[in-house]
Nanobody, 125 residues
Framework: QVKVVESGGGLVQAGGSLRLSCTASGLTFGDYGMAWFRQAPGKEREGVSC????????YLSDSVKGRFTVSRDDIKNTMSMRMDSLKPEDTAMYFC??????????????????WGQGTQVTVSP
């Protein structure tokens, strides 16, 4: 049984930093492209970042480019996203997702087979 679990969310002031982690079990982690999506109340889900299964391609949305970085550790079955210079508009539920052999060149939520339950990030002004 595949399990995807996010951690690291919390409340932070604007300008602060957080590090989100995603651990996946029940699958061969190194075969999966991994991504972060977020959804704020009343807004559509947004793709934030994606790291290819091979690790050789990383996508960051324009809204987070220069502030967020993403990495993966296939030994620990973990993906991490470091979020710096956080803004109130970054407030959302953040979800981790896995796509078999995903290369992140096409970044669509519907391609991702497995999802976590989410971790809340709240950025106060």
């Amino acid at each position: 049984q595949v399990k995807v679990v996010e951690s690291g969310g919390g409340l932070v002031q604007a300008g602060g930093s957080l590090r989100l982690s995603c651990t996946a079990s029940g699958l061969t982690f190194g075969d999966y492209g991994m991504a972060w999506f977020r959804q704020a109340p009343g807004k559509e889900r947004e793709g934030v970042s994606c790291i290819a299964w091979s690790g050789d391609y990383i996508y960051l949305s324009d809204s987070v480019k220069g502030r967020f970085t993403v990495s993966r550790d296939d030994i620990k079955n973990t993906m991490s996203m470091r979020m710096d210079s956080l803004k109130p508009e970054d407030t959302a539920m953040y979800f981790c997702a896995a796509h078999y052999k995903g290369n992140c060149q096409t970044f669509e939520a519907g391609l991702f087979e497995y999802w976590g339950q989410g971790t809340q990030v709240t950025v106060s002004p």
